[in-house]
């Protein structure tokens, strides 16, 4: 019997170890730690990241992306840093003894340089090396959405300040009608 105690002792602390991240409660914790910090994982996360979260043992910077089965592991004083916009792929390991630094990199494939002074492309929101920061450089899948986003943005906006304006969608795709809130001299219906 003495056995068999101290066989369901040890798989006990074994399943509090390696199922912790798994716990609801942790889970919450780990996510509430990363949108902290702006950045997001996929579940599952495996290894002691909440702890090191807190301990700042492990640095996540704003756009990081962890994908399942992503297993990050520091044991004593070591430290992981991954910088921001760093994605790592499924299944990825990462275990330090002192420091693991996972930098900014270029996010160009065969490119990977890392940058301690990186670039973030304003359509498709990916990082990437001096080399690489134009849309046309890194072949953007979204090449122009920062200006359509801008332009729409913009349309609408009243050139009085003091005069209130709403916009609304027409029936025409990409097409807006600006009418105003308030009847006064200067009013006018925008149509475009």
């Given at each position: 019997?003495?056995?068999?105690?101290?066989?369901?002792?040890?798989?006990?602390?074994?399943?509090?170890?390696?199922?912790r991240?798994?716990?609801?409660?942790?889970?919450?914790?780990?996510?509430?730690?990363?949108?902290?910090?702006?950045?997001?994982?996929?579940?599952?996360?495996?290894?002691?990241?909440?702890?090191?979260?807190?301990?700042?043992?492990?640095?996540?910077?704003?756009?990081?992306?962890?994908?399942?089965?992503?297993?990050?592991?520091?044991?004593?004083?070591?430290?992981?840093r991954?910088?921001?916009?760093?994605?790592?792929?499924?299944?990825?390991?990462?275990?330090?003894?002192?420091?693991?630094?996972?930098?900014?990199?270029?996010?160009?494939?065969?490119?990977?340089?890392?940058?301690?002074?990186?670039?973030?492309?304003?359509?498709?929101?990916?990082?990437?090396?001096?080399?690489?920061?134009?849309e046309?450089?890194?072949?953007?899948?979204?090449?122009?959405?920062?200006?359509?986003n801008?332009?729409?943005?913009?349309?609408?906006?009243?050139?009085?300040?003091?005069?209130?304006?709403?916009?609304?969608?027409?029936?025409?795709?990409?097409?807006?009608?600006?009418?105003?809130?308030?009847?006064?001299?200067?009013?006018?219906?925008?149509?475009?």
């Amino acid at each position: 019997m003495g056995e068999l105690a101290r066989e369901a002792r040890l798989w006990a602390q074994k399943w509090r170890w390696y199922e912790r991240n798994s716990l609801p409660w942790n889970r919450a914790r780990i996510h509430w730690e990363l949108m902290r910090r702006e950045a997001f994982a996929r579940w599952p996360l495996h290894g002691n990241v909440l702890e090191a979260l807190r301990e700042r043992r492990l640095e996540i910077g704003p756009g990081a992306l962890l994908e399942p089965n992503v297993w990050i592991t520091m044991p004593g004083d070591a430290r992981v840093r991954i910088g921001a916009g760093t994605f790592l792929n499924m299944g990825v390991m990462v275990a330090a003894q002192e420091l693991v630094e996972i930098g900014a990199h270029c996010m160009l494939p065969y490119c990977a340089q890392l940058d301690f002074l990186p670039f973030r492309c304003d359509s498709c929101h990916r990082t990437f090396c001096l080399e690489h920061r134009s849309e046309t450089a890194h072949q953007c899948a979204h090449a122009g959405e920062w200006a359509r986003n801008r332009r729409l943005r913009s349309i609408g906006r009243p050139s009085n300040p003091s005069s209130t304006s709403t916009a609304t969608k027409r029936e025409t795709p990409g097409s807006f009608m600006v009418t105003p809130t308030s009847c006064d001299a200067n009013s006018m219906v925008l149509l475009l």
